[in-house]
């Protein structure tokens, strides 16, 4: 059966609700089973184990839900092989990952200036006030996920924070919306771009809203320029990890927490100019061959 534009983009959105709302309900069941209230989340301590287990476990169940299962009904409905529909087929060599890994390395110092100064912009009290209130309730959950000092605790949120987000979202968003924009803007940088913003406004944090923004848009040159989604999530695994392995060694060995914001101070102007550099050189190698349409 054909499908117009319209339907196409209905069934979307339908199935991502229905997916969405079953994995709220799933996770509702789960913290009633175990008396976890997320209403007092504010209140809880990274000592509240037993808590912060069951948010993890209904963040993986709502990842599953929302993220990945839509891209798998999907192509279904409309005909096409899954693998084949989200770039799942093929893969480039491990030169490729290992030049990937290095950009985003090397482009860390600048990408923390952007932090820095999005973090910066001023809004009507109001507004401000509650994007405020958005952010710290943000970096409250996030610090609790990221609890625990021993290697089984880094190893499950490696896991939960790290793997299950990079691959869900690269399969919701360059797997399938930015395929989805394409079609419907037939421009690959314009999809791309639209992908991205969706991407970075769904986590409702604007102060990280222009980095994820442009991390999004390096997530979709990788797939765009390697005909393969496996970059992407490669890449986006490697961002989360950093992140958790980051915090995992402040906590345990008290390492500088400073090294996680290279870049946002203005003594740091060398390393933002020779990362700039190595990433810009590096560019080059990545993006400069298109394999495949999106």
């Not at 290279?262 to 990362?275: C, E, K």
Request: charged share 10%; net charge neutral.
């Amino acid at each position: 059966m054909g499908y117009n534009t319209l339907q196409k983009i209905l069934i979307i959105t339908g199935c991502i609700f229905v997916c969405f709302l079953a994995g709220n309900i799933i996770s509702s069941i789960i913290m009633l089973i175990f008396n976890v209230q997320l209403s007092e989340i504010s209140n809880w301590t990274p000592d509240m184990a037993m808590e912060i287990n069951v948010l993890k476990l209904t963040q993986v169940i709502s990842s599953f839900f929302v993220f990945i299962l839509p891209p798998l009904i999907i192509p279904k409905i409309f005909g096409y092989d899954i693998p084949g529909f989200l770039k799942l087929k093929t893969s480039p060599n491990l030169g490729y990952y290992l030049l990937a890994f290095i950009f985003m390395v090397a482009s860390m110092p600048l990408l923390n200036l952007i932090i820095e100064w999005n973090n910066s912009i001023k809004f009507p009290s109001g507004i401000e006030e509650l994007m405020r209130g958005m952010e710290e309730s943000n970096a409250h959950i996030t610090q609790l996920m990221l609890a625990g000092n021993s290697v089984p605790d880094l190893v499950f949120n490696l896991f939960v924070i790290a793997l299950i987000p990079a691959i869900g979202e690269e399969f919701l968003f360059r797997g399938l919306i930015q395929k989805y924009c394409f079609r419907f803007f037939k421009n690959h940088h314009l999809a791309i771009l639209i992908t991205a913003i969706i991407f970075s406004a769904i986590h409702f944090q604007f102060y990280g809203f222009i980095p994820r923004l442009l991390l999004g848009m390096f997530f979709g040159y990788l797939v765009y320029f390697s005909g393969s989604l496996y970059p992407a999530i490669f890449a986006h695994f490697a961002n989360n990890s950093m992140a958790v392995i980051g915090h995992f060694f402040i906590g345990k060995w008290g390492i500088e927490e400073e090294i996680e914001t290279i870049g946002s101070q203005s003594s740091d102007i060398w390393y933002i100019v020779a990362g700039t550099i190595i990433a810009v050189i590096i560019g080059r190698f990545l993006f400069r061959k298109k394999e495949t349409e999106l």
